[in-house]
């Protein structure tokens, strides 16, 4: 499967943006689908995870309450809405698809180019 991630720009703190993950092939239902980050200088790291069915979804502390994953199988497309943005979110956002629902990006097997997302304070 091939992902294209878009919806990266640069907004102010306390703005929200919304990222989409477009999925190519029939089989995105089949796969756990998974955010994750890169700051500059920093560990890529986990932002949220949602399953085959959108069921259980489940986020990073430092995203918790302020994010949330989901997906549209019909679309082939996951989302992730931001909302309150902080500088420290600033980062390369890369969605991810994988056989299980895990924070683990290791065990993901495909991942999009990622898309840039810019917080000024």
């Known amino acids: 499967v091939q992902l294209q991630a878009s919806g990266g720009g640069l907004v102010q703190a306390g703005d929200s943006l919304s990222l989409s993950c477009a999925a190519s092939?029939?089989?995105?239902?089949?796969?756990?689908m998974g955010w994750f980050r890169q700051a500059p200088g920093k560990e890529r790291e986990f932002v949220a995870a949602i399953s085959r069915s959108g069921w259980n979804p489940y986020y990073a502390d430092s995203v918790k309450g302020r994010f949330t994953i989901s997906r549209d199988n019909a679309k082939n497309t996951v989302y992730l809405q931001m909302n309150s943005l902080k500088a420290e979110d600033t980062a390369v956002y890369y969605c991810?698809?994988?056989?299980?629902?895990?924070?683990?990006?290791?065990?993901?097997?495909?991942w999009g180019q990622g898309t840039l997302v810019t917080v000024s304070s």
């Open positions: 991810a698809a994988g056989a299980v629902t895990t924070y683990a990006g290791s065990r993901y097997d495909y």
């Open positions: 092939g029939r089989t995105f239902s089949s796969y756990a």
